[in-house]
């Protein structure tokens, strides 16, 4: 069974230009969500989707950036524009409703010149 | 809110020796999951371990143990006879039953192996 697809794995971008990072969960997780991982922190929330609703993007900087997950499945987190304090790692993770269980893609790291 | 507090920023253990990570949370809550997630350098987060709280049994997966004290609010994590390959970052998770059903993390703990 394949896991939770991210792409790409490495970003680097100049500041104030967007940036996309794609997410393909694992088939038939309904749950998705994107994480923030700041260099030696915890992963943090920024959305959580069931199927193809945002049930949860309350941390999600709204001014700069967009998700969404057309059909309910794979998934796209946008940036526009980047700044400095984006770089960071950027995870998705899946699950089924109600399973404790969230499995994680590699990530996509970020990096914001 | 949940929140989650690792206070141990770095462990070492000696291969094949013991070592324990500590992890403990704040919670209005009865029903909930927690977890340990391992994650190396490939950034993957990997699910090692995985608690209910309904559940009084303390989770063992391998050499991987738990020792849940509900009441402490307290989630340690047990490796045993501990291998090279368990260098990595280790991170305490809650994740509701009920409502918000994301995943509160610590802050991690990074763990070293000595050979």
């Known amino acids: 069974e394949a896991g939770v697809v991210q792409s790409p794995r490495y970003k680097i971008i100049e500041k104030k230009q967007p940036v996309a990072f794609w997410c393909n969960p694992i088939s038939g997780h309904n749950t998705l969500y994107w994480y923030l991982q700041n260099l030696g922190q915890g992963p943090e929330l920024l959305i959580r989707?069931?199927?193809?609703?945002?049930?949860?993007d309350s941390q999600l900087p709204k001014d700069r950036f967009s998700a969404e997950r057309l059909k309910g499945v794979d998934s796209t987190l946008k940036i526009q524009p980047a700044e400095l304090g984006d770089s960071a790692v950027y995870l998705c993770?899946?699950?089924?409703?109600?399973?404790?269980?969230?499995?994680f893609g590699q990530g996509t790291r970020l990096t914001v010149v | 809110a949940q929140t989650v507090t690792q206070s141990q920023p770095e462990m070492s253990v000696q291969e094949a020796e013991t070592v324990t990570l500590s992890c403990t949370y704040d919670t209005s809550e009865s029903d909930y999951y927690l977890f340990w997630y391992k994650q190396p350098p490939s950034r993957q987060m990997i699910l090692v371990i995985r608690?209910?709280?309904?559940?009084?049994q303390n989770a063992t997966e391998n050499r991987f143990s738990v020792n849940f004290q509900k009441a402490a609010k307290s989630f340690s994590l047990k490796i045993s006879d501990s291998q090279l390959g368990d260098a990595a970052m280790y991170f305490c998770?809650?994740?509701?039953?009920?409502?918000?059903?994301?995943?509160?993390f610590g802050q991690g703990t990074r763990l070293t192996i000595n050979p």
């Open positions: 989707y069931e199927n193809e609703e945002a049930v949860d």
């Open positions: 608690q209910e709280a309904y559940k009084q």
């Open positions: 993770a899946s699950s089924l409703s109600g399973q404790g269980k969230a499995f």
């Open positions: 998770a809650y994740k509701s039953r009920r409502g918000a059903q994301k995943l509160v």
